[in-house]
């Protein structure tokens, strides 16, 4: 006889969604998300869902490769009890550690389950620290005039943070910031490198900058991912804080990246770790005295509810950055976080992440 628990059926399927524009980072563009919904159920009935956002440009997951990697990961966690879910999320990572976005869709999949089955929400099982965050826009690459007005239809959606993408052209990326500034002066602004720069482009653009009179509030991933000592020399020199993103995707990178003092912030992530590796880096980070930040993929409100779950119940991330359901044509789910202007909260979202697909109601 099976275990309330027992985890009973896993089903992944396509998950196709429409942007409203592109989006483009300095390695790449994606017109569509294409993502992977996962469902689970328990022998008590109780349903729960996942989102994989693979992104190819980053981690060079796809769709296809997302969906194999979910297929013999499933027939490892089928059976067992979702209350073991951090060995079963160890269990994953140990046979694919290459494969986060599918192993963050079962972690989220089993906890939320779990938590729909216990009747608790998922930001107080993260550590009850909130339930509201305030999160900025992105300005994908472009010309300055889209990121001009881009700045623009930002303000009027009531946000008051701008994150830019930039890498690869500085000119055009003087440019581009130029513009945003002149469309929000008053607006604290992220760059985003996408490991688009060497440390000595990345510091002749902060120089630059400087002479201008333009401060920006961090520096994202200005190097290449492995480029150690390029992060570590724009830390030193720069000027400005500067976050790691595609340099840390596990605990261990977290731990180098402290030791060294390569940056003064992680981008985490739960879609380059998963959920279980995503909770060491931020305790790693917070011993460390390194500030907390909250990112993501392409990633409908699905996924990102479950960060902002993360990022509220555990408290202390000082910069958000979960606006992509803001790209998507079309959601297809009921439930989630609640937005007005900047403000998120996932006060109202009810057990597990709150989220369900509208074919699933």
């Known amino acids: 006889m099976a275990l309330p628990y027992q985890i009973v059926d896993i089903v992944a399927t396509p998950l196709d969604i429409p942007l409203i524009e592109p989006f483009a980072i300095a390695g790449g563009s994606q017109p569509l998300a294409q993502n992977v919904l996962v469902e689970l159920r328990l022998a008590d009935g109780t349903r729960g869902f996942g989102e994989a956002a693979p992104f190819p440009a980053v981690t060079g997951e796809t769709q296809d490769s997302t969906i194999a990697a979910l297929r013999e990961l499933e027939r490892e ?20 550690g290459d494969a986060a976005a599918a192993r963050c869709a079962l972690e989220t999949a089993i906890l939320d389950a779990l938590l729909r089955s216990s009747g608790l929400p998922m930001w107080s099982f993260f550590g009850g ?30 946000i008051r943070t701008i994150k830019l ?10 440019a581009r910031i130029e513009a945003v500034q002149a469309a929000a002066p008053d607006t604290p602004l992220i760059v985003d490198g996408n490991c688009g720069y060497d440390a000595p482009a990345a510091l002749a653009l902060l120089e630059e900058l400087r002479r201008r009179g333009i401060a920006i509030a ?45 940056v003064s912030c992680v981008n985490i992530k739960l879609m380059k770790a998963g959920i279980a590796e995503a909770l060491d880096i931020a305790a790693i980070c917070r011993a460390a005295g390194l500030k907390l930040m909250i990112g993501g993929m392409v990633e409908s409100i699905l996924a990102m509810t479950v960060s902002a779950h993360f990022a509220a119940g555990q408290g202390g991330f000082v910069f958000v950055d979960l606006d992509t359901p803001m790209f998507m044509a079309e959601q297809p789910f ?3 976080f609640t937005q007005r202007g900047g403000r998120l909260s996932v006060a109202d979202s009810g057990p597990g992440h709150g989220v369900t697909p509208n074919e699933a109601t």
């Open 218 to 262: 961090l520096f994202e991933q200005p190097t290449a991912r492995d480029d150690w000592e390029g992060i570590r020399r724009v830390t030193r020199e720069g000027g400005v804080p500067v976050a790691a993103d595609e340099t840390v995707t596990t605990a261990a990178d977290a731990l180098r990246a402290a030791r060294e003092g390569a």
């Open 334 to 336: 009921q439930g989630g």
């Open 77 to 96: 966690v089928h059976g067992a009890d979702a209350r073991a879910w951090r060995a079963l999320a160890a269990r994953m990572a140990t046979m694919h």
């Open 129 to 158: 620290h909130g339930m509201v965050l305030e999160t900025d826009m992105t300005i994908t690459a472009g010309s300055a005039e889209h990121a001009g007005r881009s700045a623009r239809a930002i303000l009027a959606r009531g």
């Open 165 to 174: 993408k930039i890498g690869g052209a500085p000119a055009e990326d003087l």
